[in-house]
């Protein structure tokens, strides 16, 4: 048996990206009964990458598909067909306790930060349900230490006092940080955001993307971020992956992004500053 260098957990020494997704498509039966003979083509082979530690923007216009896409990361909708792979095992096909662990790796952070606490919950106990449905923690003093590190990589900050409040005494901005402290406390590898600051003030905004940007630096966590807006992404993300229909136009020959009659059908690596992408400033103007 090999031995592992110390400190390194077995699993850990994992290779390949922490997201491929090779040609998804995710098709839905029509909502009314006209339709129904037409499926609702959500997401129409879509290939993206997310390598550990990368922040990767998905941008495009309402209705194209982003959510379907997170969604199907996140095992919250079966492909139609395609992969999708974590370290090159296709998580898709997980059960048992695979699926769990799976699980835990992968953590989601929606739009509405209120909607998605319990109001009758205090921040401990939003954060330490996480930990006790995956069945961590050795006792109650290790789970109250993990989540107190938890807020306090949030900057819920003192975290102690922080602990007792509820939903309600927080600003929109706190409420969202309850939520990456409940995703950040399951030490996850890859966080889907969808829209996690659309719903916040200018200000807040702002401290919630500079502190997903530290959680990428001090804990390698990467991030898919779903928005609509190029200037976030902009700001956040190493990589865009774009699905703006005008934006696609403007980008010209070679594009490695396609959307065809508002459905994303192929998502690729742009580098703004290389030969094959935007410049920054035409990416700046586009989004103007
Ligand atoms: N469960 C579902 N059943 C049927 N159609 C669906 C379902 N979920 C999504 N759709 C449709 O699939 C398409 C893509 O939806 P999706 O929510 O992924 O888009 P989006 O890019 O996230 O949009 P937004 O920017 O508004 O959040 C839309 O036409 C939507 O109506
Ligand atoms: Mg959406």
């Known amino acids: ?49 997310i390598d550990r530690g990368e922040i990767v923007a998905l941008v495009g216009e309402s209705g194209c598909g982003k959510s379907t896409i997170a969604q199907a990361i996140m095992r919250l909708v ?27 790796r992968f953590q989601m952070i929606f739009q509405d930060p209120f909607g998605s606490l319990d109001p009758r919950q205090t921040v401990f106990e939003a954060v330490v ?49 309850v939520a990456i402290a409940a995703a950040v406390v399951l030490d996850p590898e890859l966080v889907v955001a969808d829209e996690p600051v659309s719903m916040l003030d200018v200000s807040a905004r702002a401290g919630i993307l500079s502190l997903m ?44 992004v396609e959307v065809i009659d508002g459905r994303i059908t192929g998502v690729g690596r742009i580098d703004p500053a290389g030969e094959s992408g935007w410049s920054r400033a035409r990416y700046r103007a586009s989004s103007a």
């Open 213 to 256: 940007a530290d959680l990428r630096d001090e804990l390698g966590i990467s991030y898919l971020f779903i928005t609509h807006d190029l200037s976030t992404a902009w700001v956040l993300a190493d990589r865009i992956a774009d699905a703006v229909r005008s934006a696609v136009g403007a980008r010209g020959e070679g594009a490695d």
């Open 1 to 49: 048996m090999t031995s592992l260098p110390d400190g390194v957990e077995p699993g850990a020494v994992e290779s390949g990206p922490v997201v491929e997704v090779i040609d998804l498509h995710v098709h839905f039966a029509a909502r009314r009964w006209r339709d129904r003979r037409s499926p609702v083509r959500a997401v129409d082979g879509v290939s993206l990458t």
């Open 129 to 177: 349900e996480p930990l006790l449905i995956h069945g961590l923690g050795d006792s109650d003093d290790d789970r109250r230490e993990r989540v107190l590190r938890a807020l306090d990589f949030a900057h819920l900050r003192p975290p102690e006092r922080l602990a007792d409040r509820y939903p309600h005494e927080l600003s929109g901005g706190q409420r969202q940080r």
């Open 78 to 104: 079966p492909p139609t067909s395609g992969q999708v792979l974590s370290h090159g095992v296709d998580v898709t096909g997980l059960r048992g306790r695979a699926l769990r662990a799976a699980r835990q």
